[in-house]
């Protein structure tokens, strides 16, 4: 990773939990054991990752406005607030309340 002395050591501590003596961390570190291929995906899956929610977000909304346009309300509730009140969240599930199941 580096040629330079103090960054090797940190790297190292870093990666043994910020450990130089067993059980004894010096800082906060994290140890992961995540394949290269999956660090690569989750790379490539985190650069559209704010499109995919504005996306979540405008469908779940017009799904909502469908609901209210149709004047199923009655029948079906949506768990969903509309992302005028929930300003982060992106259910990647659109989930609905029937009144009757069947």
Not at 5 to 15: H, S, V
Not at 19 to 35: A, D, Q
Request: aromatic residues 12%; positive net charge.
């Amino acid at each position: 990773m580096t040629n330079q002395a103090k960054y090797w050591q940190f790297l190292t501590q870093a990666k043994s939990y910020g450990e130089k003596v067993k059980n004894r961390s010096e800082f906060i570190s994290g140890h992961s054991r995540l394949p290269e291929i999956q660090a690569a995906i989750l790379n490539v899956y985190l650069g559209d990752f704010a499109v995919s929610q504005k996306q979540r977000q405008k469908l779940a909304d017009y799904f909502c406005a469908q609901i209210n346009k149709n004047q199923l309300e009655p029948f079906i509730t949506p768990l969903y607030e509309p992302a005028s009140k929930m300003k982060f969240m992106a259910p990647h599930l659109f989930v609905i309340r029937a009144l009757q199941r069947e």
